[in-house]
């Protein structure tokens, strides 16, 4: 039997790490002025933003089902199409989740096929050409 977690929010480390990697994300977000325009798509206070990537991203990585319970299926592109996300949106929010990944010392692997699968995610979440 191989040693490798069942789920990549095994791998991650549960909710307690997913928390502190979004937590993380939305810090940067805030701190860094490479996501400026990234910050300028969510409200003053990110709490409630917060909260719903964290429910989000357990269930997507295999964990309990929070949002899903919460609010039904994420229907992600649907929810985002008020917003214009184009390349530079993309590429703003794929960096800065890859800084919180590094900084919250994500196995490289794991952070590896993670990136690839929030790449496939980000990218489907365009709906402007540039």
Excluded at 40 to 66: E, I, N, Q, V, Y
Aim: hydrophobic share 40%.
């Amino acid at each position: 039997m191989s040693g490798q977690p069942q789920t990549a929010f095994d791998w991650v480390g549960g909710e307690g790490a997913v928390r502190t990697l979004v937590d993380r994300f939305y810090d940067l977000m805030e701190l860094e002025p490479g996501y400026a325009k990234l910050r300028a798509m969510h409200p003053t206070d990110m709490a409630g933003s917060r909260d719903k990537l964290f429910w989000f991203l357990c269930g997507w990585l295999g964990g309990p089902d929070h949002y899903q319970q919460r609010f039904g299926h994420p229907r992600l592109r649907a929810r985002h199409l008020p917003f214009a996300i184009g390349i530079a949106e993309r590429d703003q929010w794929m960096a800065c989740m890859r800084q919180a990944m590094q900084e919250c010392q994500l196995d490289p692997e794991l952070r590896q096929r993670l990136d690839a699968s929030f790449m496939n995610t980000a990218d489907w979440m365009r709906n402007t050409p540039l």
